[in-house]
C-alpha cells in the first residue's frame, strides 16, 4: 500500500493506492495528528510527503509508528511530473504514484539532534538580520533629517548621541536593537560550547576565517559528509557550482538548486579568509582576481575551501595552508 500526504497550512489531503494504482482511500482531514493516523490505521503503508516548513512534525511522529516514510523534494517531484489541472488531489495521487514505482527524489532528513543545531544557528542569523535591517532604518531617519555624524552611529558613544537628537523612531529602534543585542549574545553562548564539542565544527575552526558560528552552521548544514559522494556534490550542493542547461549547440548557465544558507557563509567565511590568511586558497583568489575581477573570485575561492571542507572533514584532518 501507498500513501501520499499532501501538506498545507490548516488542511492536508491524504490518499492511499495500492499495488496496482487503484486508490483505496481518499481523505481531505485538518491538521491534526490523531486523524492522518487514523487514515492510515492498519494499512502498514509506505508514506511520502513533500519537504516544507510544515512536514517535520507528522514525518517524525510516523516513523515513531513504525511507517517507512520518504520526503520528496518538491522542486524535483515538480520537474518529474508536471500536471496541466493542478489541485491538492492531483498533488497527493501524483506523489502516491512516484512512491508505487519508486521514482521519489528524496530530500534529506537529518536527525533531531542535527535539527536542533541548525534552528540555533538559523534563529541566530535571523536575529542578526532583523538587527542589520533596524539600523538601516536608524540611517535612513537620520539621512532624512540631514543630520551628519562622524564615525560608527553604534557604538556606546554613537547612541548617546542618537538618543540625545530625541527622536521617537530613532528611540524606538534602538530599544528593539538593545534586545536583539542581548540574543544574539545568549545565542553566541550557546553556540560556542556546541562548536566545541562537535567533531566537525572542531577541525572546521582549523581554518582562518571560519569562526564558532560558521563552523557549527557549515557542519549542521553538511549534516553528514558520507551523503555527498565527491567534493563537486557538495559544491553544487553549496550552490558554488554552476548548473549547465545545453540544446544542441546553445548553452545557457543556470543557477544551482541546493542550500542557500552554506553558500552565504561559505562565501563570507573566504572573504575573512584571503583577507587575512596566506594560503593557497588566498593566492588562488588573487590571480582570479587579477583576470576576472573579485566577484568571479571570491565564489571560485568559495568553491576551492569547499572542496578543502569535503577533504577535511573525509580524512578528518585539519587545515593546512598549502592546501
Given at each position: 500500500?501507498?500513501?501520499?500526504?499532501?501538506?498545507?497550512?490548516?488542511?492536508?489531503?491524504?490518499?492511499?493506492?495500492?499495488?496496482?494504482?487503484?486508490?483505496?482511500?481518499?481523505?481531505?482531514?485538518?491538521?491534526?495528528?490523531?486523524?492522518?493516523?487514523?487514515?492510515?490505521?492498519?494499512?502498514?503503508?509506505?508514506?511520502?510527503?513533500?519537504?516544507?516548513?510544515?512536514?517535520?512534525?507528522?514525518?517524525?511522529?510516523?516513523?515513531?509508528k513504525g511507517y517507512d516514510v520518504r520526503v520528496a523534494h518538491p522542486l524535483l517531484v515538480k520537474a518529474i511530473a508536471y500536471a496541466k489541472v493542478k489541485s491538492d488531489k492531483v498533488d497527493a495521487r501524483m506523489l502516491a504514484d512516484l512512491l508505487r514505482a519508486d521514482m521519489i527524489p528524496e530530500a534529506y532528513v537529518p536527525g533531531k539532534d542535527?535539527?536542533?543545531?541548525?534552528?540555533?544557528?538559523?534563529?541566530?542569523?535571523?536575529?542578526?538580520?532583523?538587527?542589520?535591517?533596524?539600523?538601516?532604518?536608524?540611517?535612513?531617519?537620520?539621512?532624512?533629517?540631514?543630520?551628519?555624524?562622524?564615525?560608527?552611529?553604534?557604538?556606546?558613544?554613537?547612541?548617546?548621541?542618537?538618543?540625545?537628537?530625541?527622536?521617537?523612531?530613532?528611540?524606538?529602534?534602538?530599544?528593539?536593537?538593545?534586545?536583539?543585542?542581548?540574543?544574539?549574545?545568549?545565542?553566541?553562548?550557546?553556540?560556542?560550547?556546541?562548536?566545541?564539542?562537535?567533531?566537525?565544527?572542531?577541525?572546521?575552526?582549523?581554518?582562518?576565517?571560519?569562526?564558532?558560528?560558521?563552523?557549527?552552521?557549515?557542519?549542521?548544514?553538511?549534516?553528514?559528509?558520507?551523503?555527498?559522494?565527491?567534493?563537486?556534490?557538495?559544491?553544487?550542493?553549496?550552490?558554488?557550482?554552476?548548473?549547465?542547461?545545453?540544446?544542441?549547440?546553445?548553452?545557457?548557465?543556470?543557477?544551482?538548486?541546493?542550500?542557500?544558507?552554506?553558500?552565504?557563509?561559505?562565501?563570507?567565511?573566504?572573504?575573512?579568509?584571503?583577507?587575512?590568511?596566506?594560503?593557497?586558497?588566498?593566492?588562488?583568489?588573487?590571480?582570479?582576481?587579477?583576470?576576472?575581477?573579485?566577484?568571479?573570485?571570491?565564489?571560485?575561492?568559495?568553491?576551492?575551501?569547499?572542496?578543502?571542507?569535503?577533504?577535511?572533514?573525509?580524512?578528518?584532518?585539519?587545515?593546512?595552508?598549502?592546501?
Amino acid at each position: 500500500m501507498y500513501a501520499a500526504l499532501d501538506l498545507h497550512e490548516k488542511s492536508i489531503q491524504c490518499v492511499l493506492k495500492d499495488d496496482t494504482g487503484k486508490v483505496v482511500r481518499e481523505s481531505k482531514v485538518g491538521k491534526d495528528e490523531e486523524r492522518i493516523l487514523g487514515f492510515l490505521d492498519g494499512t502498514h503503508a509506505s508514506v511520502v510527503m513533500e519537504s516544507g516548513y510544515n512536514h517535520q512534525h507528522i514525518y517524525d511522529l510516523l516513523k515513531e509508528k513504525g511507517y517507512d516514510v520518504r520526503v520528496a523534494h518538491p522542486l524535483l517531484v515538480k520537474a518529474i511530473a508536471y500536471a496541466k489541472v493542478k489541485s491538492d488531489k492531483v498533488d497527493a495521487r501524483m506523489l502516491a504514484d512516484l512512491l508505487r514505482a519508486d521514482m521519489i527524489p528524496e530530500a534529506y532528513v537529518p536527525g533531531k539532534d542535527v535539527r536542533e543545531v541548525r534552528d540555533l544557528v538559523r534563529r541566530r542569523r535571523y536575529m542578526v538580520r532583523l538587527r542589520t535591517m533596524l539600523k538601516n532604518k536608524v540611517h535612513a531617519e537620520i539621512a532624512t533629517r540631514w543630520i551628519k555624524h562622524d564615525g560608527d552611529l553604534f557604538t556606546e558613544e554613537g547612541r548617546a548621541f542618537l538618543r540625545s537628537l530625541s527622536i521617537a523612531a530613532v528611540d524606538d529602534y534602538l530599544d528593539t536593537i538593545g534586545f536583539l543585542d542581548g540574543k544574539i549574545r545568549e545565542l553566541d553562548e550557546r553556540v560556542r560550547p556546541m562548536a566545541e564539542s562537535d567533531r566537525y565544527a572542531k577541525l572546521l575552526m582549523t581554518i582562518p576565517g571560519v569562526g564558532h558560528y560558521s563552523a557549527l552552521l557549515i557542519s549542521s548544514e553538511i549534516a553528514d559528509i558520507d551523503r555527498f559522494p565527491d567534493h563537486e556534490h557538495l559544491c553544487s550542493y553549496a550552490k558554488l557550482s554552476p548548473g549547465v542547461r545545453q540544446s544542441g549547440d546553445t548553452q545557457h548557465t543556470t543557477r544551482a538548486i541546493g542550500d542557500s544558507l552554506l553558500n552565504w557563509v561559505m562565501v563570507q567565511c573566504t572573504r575573512v579568509h584571503v583577507r587575512r590568511c596566506d594560503s593557497a586558497i588566498t593566492r588562488f583568489y588573487e590571480q582570479v582576481s587579477r583576470r576576472r575581477g573579485e566577484k568571479i573570485a571570491i565564489v571560485a575561492a568559495a568553491r576551492k575551501l569547499m572542496r578543502t571542507v569535503y577533504i577535511m572533514l573525509k580524512e578528518e584532518q585539519a587545515f593546512r595552508l598549502d592546501g
